[in-house]
């Protein structure tokens, strides 16, 4: 079993950037691909980004894409998230989730609050 836990959250101007962190510990961490969705008040958690194992493969939803960059260092069990440009509708809990391949999750971590003032 996996467990995750994120860092990095807070308020921003819109504009401005955040860097997300999220630690492995646990299962294996360089065997499985990771990800990041993201949950606004009264919404549905979404997928946000996602990296496989190696970090040679990422997707992302189109509403970050060209602003958001996930990336991982398995020698520190962490993936990341680069998000720039930020906009008030990025405004979230964001959550970092783990699994056997990029869609397909089984853990996740407690949510980190990311809020973007207009």
């Known amino acids: 079993q996996v467990q995750l836990v994120e860092s990095g959250g807070g308020l921003v101007q819109a504009g401005g950037s955040l860097r997300l962190s999220c630690e492995a510990s646990g299962r294996t961490f360089s065997s499985g691909a990771m990800g990041w969705f993201r949950q606004a008040p009264g919404k549905e958690r979404k997928f946000v980004a996602g990296?496989?194992?190696?970090?040679?493969?990422?997707d992302y939803t189109d509403s970050v894409k060209g602003r958001f960059t996930i990336s991982r260092d398995n020698a520190k069990n962490t993936v990341y998230l680069q998000m720039n440009s930020l906009k008030a509708e990025d405004t979230a809990v964001y959550y970092c989730?783990?699994?056997?391949?990029?869609?397909?999750?089984?853990?996740w971590g407690q949510g980190t609050q990311v809020t973007v003032s207009s």
């Open positions: 990296i496989d194992w190696r970090g040679g493969n990422t």
């Open positions: 989730a783990a699994g056997p391949r990029i869609h397909v999750w089984d853990t």
